[in-house]
């Protein structure tokens, strides 16, 4: 798990790493990191006038950007520096002015931007407010339509380093070079995905504080997959229990139990609406159809939004039997749920659920996810380009991201199978929901276009099957 923290913790672990070694000049360490990455991106091409043009703001996060380009211009490399605010960090602009960068106003920064082989953007990084001067904004965006390449110190500024909002556009980077840890703007969309490829260079300042978040990795669920033993059977794999569709929504139904079955359900118990049940007859003969004992339930998708939601839901949770919440269901929920249950909205059904305004879920994701994870005591898998896992307690995971072409109708039905799938299995409910998402989402990396949430779901047992150490 990749721990994420938030810049306040970064600049603490600065502190206390300088209290103890001050002898360090980090401001060097990292601006030898950039220094280093520019050096790639610009593959060979140091030609041009202007080859590297970097952007510098006032602080320290110019500073770095101000001993990187001197130590480029120190290898030959043409370098032009822009001060953004006519301020910089007084050492580092003396070290990039003896090396022999020249100096360019903005007019001359966005004439030089044309022939540029690469930028680096060091306006701003964790001690900016979020936002950009307009004028540095513009050449952010001319930068970006030129299809220059962007390196950026820390984060691309303009960001918050501690969110996944963009306010307003910004720079666009190939790779960001960030210190110490990475932090939420990194991996939280949409913001991550102006942040390119992130290297992160801990410059072996250790952070004693909690993360804020932890980001899963493919290995991460591949280590805690419940991959079948010799001794396993159908009952102790898990048996899933589902009560999805309606008349309306009868293909929901389907798309949870290929989700199930995909993941590895040992077995599973249909008691869906009739309609539904034919459907699923019909295409997957393993399932068997009544009632019987089961490890999980899934409820809620296809449900549709009707008076019965809450009795429906109600027979099955009086048991206290783990389950999967998704859909029309979360908005009928009992105010205390049975432990280990793990309720999947999107921001639209998490806003219903706080009775909020979509955007205003939308724009602090993780602050609205916590609210809802406390007010039932509940783990709530929150989905979207990010997919946050949030417990009661405050513990925050993050899945494993996937390409954008999962945001589709039934995406949603397939991975509340999964999870229930795991949750049968015997996982927790934050385990189910990390690894449910992040399994879908590593399916669909395999399976990269416009594929539908069932194919999706079948390259799923393929992702599984790889797990399995013994094979
Ligand atoms: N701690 C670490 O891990 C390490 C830190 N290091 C580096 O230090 C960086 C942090 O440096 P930092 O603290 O000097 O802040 P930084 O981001 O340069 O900005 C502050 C300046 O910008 C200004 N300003 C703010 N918002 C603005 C806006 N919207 N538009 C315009 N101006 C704005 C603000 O002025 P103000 O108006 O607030 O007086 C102030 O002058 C960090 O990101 C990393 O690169 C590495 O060297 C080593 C490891
Ligand atoms: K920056």
């Known amino acids: 798990m990749i721990p994420i923290h938030t810049a306040q913790t970064v600049r603490e672990a600065e502190e206390s790493f300088f209290a103890q070694q001050p002898g360090v000049d980090l401001m ?100 900016g407010r979020p936002g950009l001067d307009s004028v540095v904004a513009t050449f952010a965006e001319q930068a970006e339509a030129l299809a220059i390449p962007v390196l950026s110190v820390d984060i691309p500024s303009g960001l918050d380093p501690d969110r996944g909002h963009v306010e307003q556009d910004g720079f666009r980077a190939a790779r960001t070079v960030t210190f110490i840890a990475r932090k939420p703007c990194h991996v939280l969309q949409p913001a991550a995905g102006r942040c390119g490829v992130v290297q992160l260079e801990d410059l072996d300042v250790p952070v004693a504080t909690r993360p804020v978040a932890l980001q899963a990795t493919p290995a991460d669920i591949a280590r805690l997959w419940p991959v079948p033993g010799p001794t396993s059977h159908k009952y102790s794999r898990g048996v899933v229990g589902i009560d999805t569709g309606s008349t309306r929504y009868p293909g929901a139904a389907l798309l949870g139990t290929i989700g199930a079955l995909h993941a590895g359900a040992g077995m599973i118990r249909f008691v869906g609406p009739e309609v539904a049940a034919q459907l699923v007859r019909t295409q997957l003969p393993s399932v068997t159809h009544g009632e019987g004992a089961v490890q999980a339930w899934l409820l809620g998708s296809g449900w549709g939004q009707t008076e019965a939601n809450r009795d429906r839901l109600a027979a099955h949770l009086g048991v206290k039997t783990p389950a999967v919440i998704d859909a029309d269901a979360l908005l009928s ?24 305004e979509r955007a205003q879920v939308e724009a602090d994701p993780l602050t609205h996810a916590r609210e809802t994870a406390e007010r039932w005591q509940a783990v709530v898998l929150l989905k979207g380009a990010t997919q946050y896992v949030v417990e009661p ?66 390259e799923v047992a393929a992702v599984v099957g790889g797990f399995d150490p013994v094979w």
Request: aromatic share 2%; net charge negative.
């Open 333 to 356: 929920l009992p105010t205390v749920v049975p432990p280990n249950t793990l309720l999947t909205p999107h921001a639209g059904e998490m806003s219903r659920m706080l009775g909020v």
């Open 28 to 127: 060097q360490l990292a601006a030898e990191a950039v220094a280093e990455a520019a050096s790639k991106l610009l593959e060979g091409d140091r030609t041009s006038e202007g080859a590297v043009l970097v952007a510098v703001g006032p602080g320290n996060n110019g500073g770095d950007g101000l001993y990187a380009a001197a130590r480029l211009a120190g290898q030959g490399i043409p370098v032009s520096l822009w001060l953004t605010t006519g301020q910089a960090h007084p050492d580092g602009l003396h070290a990039a002015r003896e090396a022999g960068c020249r100096e360019v106003d903005a007019l001359g920064a966005t004439e030089l931007l044309a022939q540029a082989s690469l930028v680096i953007d060091a306006v701003l990084g964790i001690g």
């Open 393 to 458: 307690g405050g513990r925050v995971q993050l899945a494993v991201p996937g390409p954008h072409w999962s945001a589709q109708a039934g995406s949603g039905d397939v991975l509340a199978g999964i999870c229930a799938a795991l949750l049968a299995a015997g996982l927790s409910a934050a385990d189910a929901a990390l690894l449910g998402a992040s399994v879908q989402a590593m399916a669909a990396k395999r399976r990269l276009g416009p594929w539908p949430p069932e194919v999706i779901a079948r």
